[in-house]
């Protein structure tokens, strides 16, 4: 298990039995922020911690747990201890609240944009194209990750039928498949906008997914019920939805 120290504890998503901290009122003072977000964000909100902490030095440590939605979603269903939960959709958050494991409703707090990144074909012809001249293309589960969810409905729409030598490789999430790629056990794949933000990488190794493709990617955050920090929870949250007010990177055009 590896740690990453910013002003951030940062740790994978582990089974269950590894997550569990002791709520006691007495501790919770000196327990982190605990934050489960998708991957897709996991950049992004490294970064907003550190702006959070440079605005709010004596605010409480935050630790985060990465991974696929629908897999923090599970967790935090068998009881997690997680206190804030930045999904890559409404559903599961939503899901949540419907079974009263929030402290109030789901919130937006992003936008996501779907890309297909093609580093191995460096050059900018139309999507259907695009993916058409791929040898293998990685996209998330789509029963787990929502930007794998829209990368199944933007195949569906371009009513995409590959040959026997294409495969379609199928990731957890949306980090998966951008590793995938980026090692070259994949030729193509379907990753989020911000990632490539991330990396800044050129123009014309990649084609931004037109939006009437798949549904939209619209990100919501929730508090979890069982938090022993509801306050420091909500002032964080508040902090992230400020920020909305300038369109966040998987925005930029």
């Not at 967790?75 to 201890?81: E, H, K, S």
């Not at 991330?198 to 549904?215: C, D, F, G, I, S």
């Amino acid at each position: 298990m590896k740690y990453r120290l910013l002003s951030v504890l940062c740790f994978c998503v582990l089974p269950i039995c590894l997550l569990q901290i002791c709520a006691s009122p007495a501790l919770a003072a000196t327990q982190p922020l605990r934050i489960g977000v998708a991957s897709n964000f996991a950049k992004p909100m490294e970064a907003l911690i550190a702006e959070y902490h440079q605005a709010y030095p004596t605010a409480d440590a935050i630790a985060i747990s990465i991974g696929s939605t629908g897999k923090l979603y599970a967790q935090i269903q068998q009881g997690a201890p997680l206190d804030l939960f930045f999904a890559a959709d409404e559903e599961r958050p939503n899901q949540l609240v419907q079974a009263g494991l929030t402290l109030g409703p789901a919130q937006p707090y992003t936008q996501g944009r779907l890309v297909f990144w093609h580093p191995k074909d460096a050059k900018r012809p139309e999507l259907p194209n695009q993916v058409k001249q791929s040898t293998s293309i990685a996209i998330a589960n789509p029963r787990l990750a929502p930007y794998g969810l829209a990368a199944r409905q933007t195949l569906d729409g371009l009513g995409w039928n590959p040959p026997h030598q294409v495969s379609l490789i199928t990731l957890e999430n949306v980090g998966q498949t951008w590793a995938i790629v980026a090692s070259g056990n994949a030729s193509a794949g379907f990753v989020a906008l911000s990632q490539i933000r991330e990396q800044r990488l050129p123009e014309h190794t990649y084609t931004l997914v037109p939006e009437h493709l798949h549904e939209p990617i619209v990100q919501a955050a929730v508090i979890i019920g069982a938090t022993a920090k509801p306050e420091a929870a909500a002032h964080f949250l508040n902090f992230v939805q400020s920020r909305s007010s300038v369109p966040p990177p998987e925005l930029s055009q």
